[in-house]
């Protein structure tokens, strides 16, 4: 076992950069002390002799750390994004300087973690410990509990939602989730002319392998050779056409979209592609790991 007193200071000369990474996985000042806190507790009950990277070694800590906490969060159904601008959490951190704590606070806005709320927790740590902190896919995986591949998978996919919602306005969302409902509700109506109306002219409907074998080969017809794939505007009304009437309106990953529920359990989901105005592609997805890595919610 180190010193102690050795294993403090050497846990003081990474307790800024530990605290960045504690900040941007919670964005909560408070929890960020509190994660940082029991990385220290953690770090003075290991035996860190084989230990050649301590900071390498202590981020992966923090990390599990702070996974538990967005987990407890999340039991909780508690978001809480800090009371204070990022400038004010991250200021006065000792061993950074001014202009270090001005990149800090910038590259951690209040956009960003709003954003950054939505993810799962799993992707929430795989974005932020390899994106804004080069951490290795390898040395992650154990932290989320998912292979190299897995969590690779999930910092690409929370990169394409905080790449998505860092630029969308207030405004389009709610306009994709108007055309989104106005397209359910002329589905269950079987009114064609509106749902032609809706689509964009290359509209295109893809269902995985999940779903196909669920029934949408025959309750949405698709052709009998087990294409998953259908294209063009008339083509993708007729398939919708009065039907998706047990589909709600739902926001999936932070974006509109419908799910198909069997007593409060997904079923299966329709990720919806909103371009201009008009459907552009619909994914019909029923595997089961998938929907469980998406963020649902029933919005009528």
Not at 97 to 123: C, F, I, N, W
Not at 225 to 252: C, H, K, P, W, Y
Not at 256 to 268: E, I, M, T
Request: hydrophobic fraction near 45%; proline fraction near 3%.
């Amino acid at each position: 076992m180190a010193d102690q007193a050795w294993l403090a200071e050497r846990f003081e000369e990474h307790r800024a950069h530990l605290r960045a990474v504690a900040y941007r996985v919670l964005g909560s000042a408070s929890e960020a002390d509190d994660a940082v806190q029991e990385s220290w507790i953690r770090l003075s009950r290991a035996d860190t002799s084989d230990v050649e990277n301590l900071r390498g070694w202590l981020t992966t800590v923090v990390g599990r750390v702070c996974l538990d906490m967005l987990r407890s969060r999340d039991s909780r159904r508690e978001t809480p994004i800090s009371e204070h601008a990022p400038e004010q959490a991250l200021s006065h951190v000792d061993g950074v300087d001014p202009e270090h704590e001005a990149v800090l606070a910038d590259s951690v806005g209040l956009a960003m973690l709003v954003v950054l709320e939505t993810l799962t927790p799993a992707e929430r740590i795989a974005f932020v410990l390899h994106d804004m902190f080069a951490v290795s896919f390898d040395e992650i995986a154990p932290i989320v509990g998912r292979s190299p591949a897995a969590t690779r998978q999930l910092a690409s996919r929370a990169r394409r939602r905080v790449r998505g919602g860092s630029t969308e306005r207030p405004a389009d969302a709610n306009r994709k989730r108007e055309v989104v409902a106005a397209f359910l509700a002329a589905s269950r109506e079987g009114r064609f002319d509106a749902l032609l109306a809706l689509l964009d002219p290359e509209a295109v409907v893809r269902a995985d392998g999940a779903a196909m074998e669920l029934g949408a080969s025959a309750y949405f017809g698709f052709r009998e050779d087990g294409t998953s794939e259908v294209r063009g505007a008339r083509a993708v009304a007729n398939m919708f056409s009065g039907r998706a009437r047990a589909a709600q309106l739902a926001i999936i990953d932070g974006a509109p979209g419908a799910v198909w529920a069997v007593a409060g359990r997904p079923r299966a989901v329709f990720r919806f592609t909103v371009h201009g105005g008009r459907v552009a592609a619909i994914e019909l997805v029923a595997d089961q790991d998938s929907i469980g890595h998406m963020v649902l919610e029933v919005a009528e």
